[in-house]
């Protein structure tokens, strides 16, 4: 088979993925309802589970959606009739905060700096203020800004006040490393098509398996994003109670394959080596980044608009896109904005290339 024309995706994912990872789509058909296809979902479970914690006491429990769906059912299953604060940094997590309302889940949006970290010292207070605060939610890496949390502290502050810890980390899952018992995170989400480089259509939420024992005989809030259902279907069946994207699960397997061959430290060093590459080249290019050094998760850069005469960021990404390059606009609403992600299949080589035509588009302005 011949390959595809390789796209050098910089948008935040779904990422660049390898022609290895294209062709393992290409299966002989199979009923997923078949144990040789339970099998396969059963490795994959146990896989992206060993990546984050232990398979004798967390699950990754599948479902087929978005990343969002995933965020979707932790919310909804595992709050119940506690209280949610939410880590609001940015537009993911702002948007914890609006999946949880439809559902009538009662939610403190505690709105936190979008560059710095947490101030344990206001959330503390807004702790004591809500006294019914049963759960957390938090984005790892937000992907809006590339700003990083450090979840030790946070597990930490968690425990001394009993509370239960979820954590977006769709944006960071296989590139930084996380410990599910150290961190006290009891539900951790993520999907298929970021720094694992699969396909996308496939999310899960890695479970603390004490935890959603808890869930049995909590009311389900949603049918089909019931957390606690999926996961006691897969433990019994090794099934996902609903068609699931079968193709994009077989390239997941071999993602993992790859992930596992290259490593999460050394993948992310790779990652970070693009990074020094970016950043070199937009300091060359008079061009600025938000988010300091100290915090920034070195995956995803939301880089200020340059300030030239007839800039546009439309025209900007027409002029890579015809180069097989695509770029992604910004999402903060007070700046001004673009952002890079150097997450996928990606080299050095290709954000040296990226750079080269970025500085040729300026030049023509
Ligand atoms: C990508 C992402 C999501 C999920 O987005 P989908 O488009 O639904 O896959 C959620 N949170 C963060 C931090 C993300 O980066």
């Known amino acids: 088979m011949t390959s595809p024309i390789r796209h050098i995706l910089l948008n935040p994912g779904p990422a660049t993925t390898t022609d290895t990872v294209k062709q393992a789509q290409i299966v002989s058909d199979i009923c997923p309802r078949e144990a040789a296809f339970g099998d396969i979902m059963a490795e994959i479970s146990h896989d992206l589970t060993q990546f984050v914690g232990d398979p004798a006491q967390n699950t990754a429990?599948?479902?087929?959606?978005?990343?969002?769906?995933?965020?979707?059912?932790?919310?909804?299953?595992?709050?119940?009739?506690?209280?949610?604060?939410?880590?609001?940094?940015?537009?993911?997590?702002?948007?914890?905060?609006?999946?949880?309302?439809?559902?009538?889940?009662t939610v403190v949006d505690f709105v936190s700096s979008f560059v710095e970290p947490i101030d344990y010292a206001t959330l503390e207070k807004a702790v004591q203020e809500n006294p019914g605060i049963s759960h957390l939610a938090v984005v790892h890496h937000e992907t809006t800004t590339g700003l990083l949390h450090d979840l030790t502290p946070l597990g930490h502050f968690c425990s001394k006040h009993d509370i239960t810890l979820m954590v977006d980390a769709m944006s960071s899952y296989g590139a930084v490393p996380i410990g599910m018992k150290a961190m006290n995170i009891s539900y951790l989400a993520a999907s298929s098509n970021k720094n694992i480089?699969?396909?996308?259509?496939?999310?899960?939420?890695?479970?603390?398996?004490?935890?959603?024992?808890?869930?049995?005989?909590?009311?389900?809030?949603?049918?089909?994003?019931?957390?606690?259902?999926?996961?006691r279907g897969f433990k019994t069946h090794h099934q996902m109670r609903f068609t699931p994207p079968v193709q994009v699960l077989y390239a997941l397997r071999q993602a993992i394959a790859e992930l596992k061959q290259e490593g999460v430290a050394t993948r992310y060093k790779r990652y970070q080596a693009c990074w020094?590459?970016?950043?070199?080249?937009?300091?060359?290019?008079?061009?600025?980044?938000?988010?300091?050094?100290?915090?920034?998760?070195?995956?995803?850069?939301?880089?200020?608009?340059?300030?030239?005469?007839?800039?546009?960021?439309?025209?900007?990404?027409?002029?890579?896109?015809?180069?097989?390059?695509?770029?992604?606009?910004?999402?903060?609403?007070?700046?001004?904005?673009?952002?890079?992600a150097n997450i996928g299949d990606l080299y050095p080589k290709d954000i040296t290339l990226f750079l080269k035509h970025l500085e040729a588009y300026l030049k023509t302005l």
């Open 276 to 340: 020094e590459v970016l950043v070199s080249g937009l300091a060359n290019l008079n061009l600025t980044y938000i988010v300091d050094k100290a915090h920034h998760s070195r995956l995803i850069t939301a880089i200020h608009e340059p300030n030239i005469e007839g800039y546009a960021f439309e025209e900007m990404h027409d002029y890579l896109y015809e180069r097989d390059i695509t770029i992604y606009p910004g999402k903060l609403k007070e700046t001004a904005t673009f952002r890079i």
């Open 197 to 231: 480089q699969g396909m996308a259509g496939v999310g899960f939420v890695v479970c603390d398996n004490q935890a959603i024992e808890t869930l049995k005989d909590q009311p389900p809030r949603s049918y089909y994003l019931d957390l606690y259902q999926q996961y």
């Open 61 to 105: 429990v599948l479902f087929g959606g978005s990343g969002t769906a995933v965020i979707e059912a932790m919310l909804s299953s595992v709050v119940g009739e506690g209280t949610l604060l939410v880590i609001n940094n940015g537009a993911y997590g702002k948007r914890m905060v609006d999946i949880a309302k439809p559902y009538g889940i």
